[in-house]
């Protein structure tokens, strides 16, 4: 694996000495800065209300408020959209570009295995995709310091961030490894995992039913996530994540095995 | 070192190189000459384990590229044609970052770069943004990282193609000089480089080999004797009647180009390895025709390629 610590640390030199992942950060952390401001500020005004009412009514507070529930579920929930806007500008580049150059012919005839290559390229998109979320801790810390929080669903909702971001990333490394166009490897990563995730929109209406219904909810790319944003942490749903990255991290392998020029 | 039998390659219907077969020996400075789309970067990535062959095999330092591919790229140092490089690195942390993928052990790792580019002469741009280096710095920097690891075997892909011509002449000395002791393959369709650096020639066309030969036996071989270019002037009509009457002369071939003053040149291609020229200018003096140039013709590779492709021709329609 010394190869792949030498491809990571090219890669992670390469993120942050170019503007795409400072570009990548900034924009998801004003989106959740956003989202955050608007679920917290929704959270105070109910909460001001049921104060007021249980005052009119004479009845004693009732503190049964949740502020996990009201601000950090759906915050993870919006994470794991904004990041399936954002993650394939991270892997776009990886193949892509060494596609364009020809730098994949001298990285492929060096005495290195093509896995240990892409694991490289992949540790290093999901290093960055880590550091954009550890910036985000600021707001259960935040919420943490104004009401009382759980620790638990805080920890899987980022556990599951994480696998979730593993698959998307491994999806993007395999479309980034097929063309030497960024561009095509982007839209075509993006057009995949939106595809993943409007399935469930797919599932809440009438169109389908039986046995395709629960097939379509078992392959939505983000209904797949709503237990770990709720504290849950389902074998399954972590499986899924898990089966994706490989399936996409192990077609990554095919196509530099196969690399026909 | 290199062993390469039967090799073939094909994309569809289209076969890139087929059916070849060449053995190098440890030491040996090959260069493999032939026009764009000739093979041989097909070759060169076959043989550093790129791509795989359709058919046949190739051997090297006694490894099966097929089979085991990660040993013998151990011993390769690699130049791929138009030299790519990640733009966006410094020099020597691209050497660094080269070396490390190579095996190079960390302690030896900054000696190792720093012994690569002093051997191509790039110490001076050390610390600059690939991306802002001239043509002829970067392909240092391409030759740097082939031999940062100390190969046996070096492959280079037209080592010198895009460069001016004083450049041209740097990139061949430092090839000539870090080819000590190895063993190198390198392409051109340049043959005046290859004859320079090379010891031993392979011509490659549609695939295929067409000539494989010491450097110095090639044009020798296929010139079939003596050829002279011949300016004169007078009446071009009778000094051809008067070369074709000659019983040395072989073929006679006015050319369209004339020398200064409207003479005409003629090319002459003699039936035999003796000097012709003596003769021949006594025989056109003797016939009152002026001389103004007669000398022997050096083929170039444009006309060797020609020619081979001609034998090939007729040996197939025999």
């Known amino acids: ?261 | 070192m290199i062993e390469v039998s039967h090799l073939t390659k094909r994309y569809g219907e289209i076969a890139a190189v087929s059916d070849i077969s060449f053995s190098v020996k440890k030491g040996e400075i090959v260069g493999l000459l032939g026009p764009n789309g000739a093979g041989k970067s097909t070759t060169m990535r076959i043989l550093t384990g790129f791509l795989p062959a359709t058919g046949g095999s190739a051997r090297v330092a006694g490894f099966d590229m097929a089979k085991q591919s990660l040993q013998a790229r151990r011993l390769i140092g690699y130049m791929p044609e138009n030299t790519p490089l990640y733009l966006n690195m410094t020099v020597i942390k691209y050497l660094r970052f080269m070396a490390a993928l190579k095996g190079v052990p960390a302690r030896e790792r900054a000696a190792a770069v720093d012994r690569a580019m002093e051997s191509t002469a790039a110490t001076d741009v050390a610390g600059r943004l690939i991306r802002n280096l001239s043509k002829g710095y970067r392909q240092r920097v391409g030759l740097a990282q082939a031999i940062v690891a100390d190969p046996q075997i070096l492959i280079l892909d037209e080592p010198t193609i895009g460069l001016d011509p004083t450049q041209i002449i740097e990139i061949r000395h430092l090839i000539s000089a870090m080819a000590n002791e190895r063993t190198v393959i390198l392409s051109s369709h340049i043959l005046h480089e290859v004859s320079e650096i090379c010891e031993r020639v392979m011509i490659m066309h549609r695939g295929e080999i067409i000539a494989d030969e010491r450097t110095g036996e090639l044009s020798k071989r296929l010139q079939h004797g003596q050829t002279i270019d011949l300016a004169a002037r007078g009446d071009a009509g009778a000094i051809e009647k008067l070369l074709r009457g000659h019983p040395r002369i072989k073929k006679v071939q006015r050319l369209k180009s004339e020398a200064p003053g409207g003479a005409p040149r003629f090319r002459i291609e003699a039936g035999e390895e003796a000097d012709l020229m003596p003769d021949l200018a006594r025989a056109l003096v003797g016939a009152g025709v002026d001389v103004l140039h007669l000398g022997e013709h050096r083929l170039s590779l444009e006309e060797i390629f020609i020619n081979l492709v001609r034998d090939q021709g007729e040996r197939e329609v025999a």
């Open chain 1, 1 to 261: 694996m010394r190869a792949t610590w030498q491809i990571f640390r090219r890669e992670l030199g390469a993120f942050f000495t170019s503007p795409m992942a400072y570009v990548v950060m900034t924009l998801f952390l004003i989106i959740m800065g956003f989202f955050f401001f608007v679920l917290t500020s929704r959270f105070t005004q109910s909460f001001g209300e049921m104060m007021m009412w249980a005052q009119m009514q004479g009845m004693p507070p009732d503190f049964n408020f949740n502020a996990n529930e009201m601000i950090l579920e759906p915050l993870f929930y919006q994470a794991a959209v904004v990041l399936l806007f954002l993650a394939p500008m991270l892997t776009m580049r990886l193949f892509a570009e060494e596609n364009q150059l020809g730098t994949v012919e001298l990285l492929l005839t060096c005495p290195v295995r093509d896995i240990e290559v892409i694991l490289g390229k992949f540790l290093a998109s999901l290093t960055v995709v880590a550091v954009m979320f550890a910036l985000t801790l600021v707001y259960p810390i935040f919420t943490a310091y104004q009401t009382s929080l759980e620790i638990g669903p805080i920890l899987t909702g980022y556990i599951g961030l994480l696998l979730l971001a593993s698959a998307f990333l491994a999806v993007g490394i395999f479309y980034s490894s097929l063309t030497e166009n960024q561009i095509v490897a982007g839209a075509l990563t993006f057009a995949t995992l939106l595809a993943l995730w409007l399935i469930a929109a797919l599932v809440q209406t009438d169109a389908v039913t039986g046995g395709l219904q629960s097939f379509l909810t078992e392959t939505s790319i983000i209904l797949r996530y709503e237990d770990f944003a709720r504290g849950v942490i389902n074998l399954g749903d972590g499986l899924y994540y898990l089966t994706i990255t490989a399936l996409g991290l192990f077609l990554t392998v095919n196509v530099l095995d196969s690399k026909v020029h």
